[in-house]
């Protein structure tokens, strides 16, 4: 699933409040770490909560690939 996520180039994930996936990922990088950021950065899952399983999805894509790209950045000195 997750890599599903990333062939779209942008999608809505909160229908209530106009929110798309591009926009959940720039506030992920602007710092936000958790849904309870996200809710009071964007306002999404702050309605009726049926976007929230995917808004959590893409936070832990987001932050896995954010992982993934800092450990390439890094390597061991001996
Ligand atoms: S779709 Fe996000 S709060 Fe309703």
Redesign the pocket.
Known sequence: MNNRLNQCPAMY?????G?TDTQIRAAIQDGASSMRDLRISL??????????VL?RDIMRESMTSAVEDNEQLFYAVS
């Open positions: 994930v909160c229908l209530c409040k929110i306002g999404v899952a702050s309605q009726c909560g049926k976007c929230g808004t």
